[in-house]
Structure formats: C-alpha cells, structure tokens
C-alpha cells in the first residue's frame, strides 16, 4: 500500500505500522538465531540449565517481536490503545537497548577488552536498534491525529443497479417485439 502524500495525518500512522512489523520480524529473527546454539548443542545432550538459558535469553528478542507484530495488526485496525501499547513497549524496549549501549560503551572506554575492535559491531547495531525505537516512537505520537480525522476513501464509487424485487422502482415490460430489436440478426 502507497504512503499518503507527507501532509496528510493518516502517514505517520502507517509509517508506524511499517515500522513496527519491520522491527517486529527483525526481533523475531533475532529470537529464532539466539536458539541456533541450542539446537547445536541438542545432539550432545546439553542438560537442562543449559537449555533453559538459552530458551530464556531468546524471549528477551522473541516478547517484543510478537508484540511489535500483534500491536502492528491493530494499529491498521486503527485502535487508539494499540497506539498507547505500542509506545510502552517500543520505550521499554528502548531502555534495554540503551542499558546494553551504555555497558558496551563503558567497555570500549575500560581498554580492558581484549577484543577491542570487534566491540563496535554491537555499538553500531545498538546504535541503529536506538534510532529506530526514537523514530517508531515519534510516529506513535503523531499518529493520534490520524485517528480524529476518518480515512479519506480512495478510487471511485461504484453505481449500483436498482434492486429488482424492490416495489418502489417499477421495471417496465417491453413487448416481445422490442425485446427483438435488441437481439442479433439471424
């Protein structure tokens, strides 16, 4: 579905429910990756401490992710408390995001870390992860306008046909040799 043009109010609100399926499948994805190991580990028989950490840190990816999704099906049913759930969860998500930024930047700042170089990689995907809740969270907010003002209807009214078991509109009876004059020559 095109985007309206950038004046209307109905684009911040399908801005966001673009961007909440996006991070909804990018979470998602991360939850189903940070299961990987355990499948490996699964056929040397890893007891179940083991697997139950690594079943618990891929919830930290897989809540939010279907809760970016199931909020996202009712932000297009355009329910205002979609909206307001979907700024708590995207301003809780943003604050995990930015305790793990922080502890990464201290580490980068420690030079105690042996791998030093590598530990850009997560600030720079942290760093993506923490504009992107700032931007979703600036379209939830514009989005309330959206919902004051009914969406515009696009492309054409059809012109339906009178009923024809309606009593209130007569259909007149052409005799049979009009009814002729209609048909193709033989």
């Keep these: 579905m095109p985007l309206p043009p ?67 099906v009712f932000l297009s049913r ?3 408390w979609a909206i ?20 990464l930047l201290m580490t980068l700042a420690s030079n105690n870390a042996p791998l030093m170089p590598y530990i850009l990689i997560p600030i720079g995907i942290g760093g993506i992860f923490i504009l992107a809740l700032i931007q979703l969270i600036h379209h939830l907010s514009k989005s309330f306008e959206a919902l004051r003002n009914p969406p515009t209807p ?11 078991l309606s009593a209130a509109t007569p259909h007149p009876v052409l005799p049979a040799q009009e009814i002729s ?4 020559p033989k």
């Design 6 to 72: 950038r004046d209307s109010a109905e684009r911040p609100l399908r801005l966001a429910i673009r961007s909440s399926r996006l991070l909804g499948i990018i979470f998602l994805c991360f939850g189903a990756v940070s299961l990987f190991p355990l499948l490996l580990y699964r056929a040397r028989g890893p007891g179940f401490p083991f697997a139950f950490i690594y079943i618990l840190a891929s919830l930290i990816y897989f809540t939010p992710g279907l809760g970016y999704m199931l909020f996202s």
């Design 78 to 80: 355009r329910h205002p």
């Design 84 to 103: 307001v759930a979907t700024i708590v969860l995207a301003a809780l998500n943003l604050l995990f995001i930015l305790f793990g930024f922080i502890v």
């Design 154 to 164: 696009h492309g054409f009214a059809p012109i339906m046909p009178p009923d024809p």
């Design 181 to 184: 004059s209609f048909l193709p």
